[in-house]
């Protein structure tokens, strides 16, 4: 049974490109949250999705930050024209289709965005 | 809103000495609180979870923790520590309102593992 996955792992930008990032949830998952990390923080959440759906985005920048779900393929974290700023580890988590308060959120390993 | 704190930033213990990570947090009613921890360059791993009932809760890797709503505190324990367990650790508590599973974190302890 794979984890959650993501990819890339690592990803190079340089100032004012556009960053794309996957999250293909566990199988049979159909929630999808995304967090970010930057150095020397704890996570702090994004976007909060169901298929087709943008449940909550109050964790998400106003600007040049968007995510998607779609009913087929994976999860997508988009950043245009990033800053410096953007450089951190951006982590997606799944749970089963219950989405409750006491589901367990399955983390992926993260990717890790730098930009120059 | 919802805050956690983890007072410690980083903690060096002995393999095979005790291990005490604290973890306090604010908020209102009974929290959902969760223990996670990162391998360096890997995701999260949910280590246990308290949602109601008993206070003393085990978990994975012969972690525990206890909840003591006095003291607004969710300290994770382990009896003996293994080199294995050297990574960060992060203390979560739901936010509430929101109607689903908002994570808050705090900033996390690094555990380092002296032989």
């Known amino acids: 049974n794979a984890g959650v996955m993501q990819n890339p792992r690592h990803l190079v930008r340089r100032r004012g490109q556009e960053a794309r990032l996957r999250c293909s949830p566990m199988k049979g998952h159909s929630h999808v949250y995304w967090y970010r990390q930057l150095p020397e923080e704890g996570l702090k959440f994004m976007v909060y999705l169901q298929k087709e759906n943008i449940i909550d985005e109050s964790g998400m920048p106003k600007e040049r930050f968007s995510a998607e779900f779609p009913k087929e393929g994976p999860s997508i974290l988009r950043i245009q024209q990033v800053v410096r700023g953007d450089s951190a580890a951006y982590f997606c988590a799944s749970s089963p289709s219950a989405g409750g308060l006491g589901d367990t959120q399955y983390f992926g390993p993260g990717t890790r965005l730098t930009v120059l | 809103a919802q805050s956690v704190t983890q007072p410690d930033i980083h903690i060096t213990v002995s393999e095979g000495a005790s291990l005490e990570l604290r973890c306090n947090y604010s908020y209102g009613a009974t929290p959902y609180l969760f223990w996670y921890v990162q391998s360096p360059g890997q995701g999260l791993q949910l280590l246990l979870k308290y949602f109601s009932g008993d206070t003393l809760v085990q978990g994975i890797k012969g972690f525990e923790a206890e909840f003591k709503r006095s003291q607004s505190s969710f300290n994770l324990r382990k009896p003996s520590v293994h080199w294995s367990d050297a990574a960060e650790y992060f203390c979560?508590?739901?936010?509430?309102?929101?109607?689903?599973?908002?994570?808050?974190f705090g900033t996390g302890t690094r555990l380092l593992v002296s032989p």
């Open positions: 979560a508590v739901v936010e509430a309102g929101t109607g689903f599973q908002k994570l808050v």
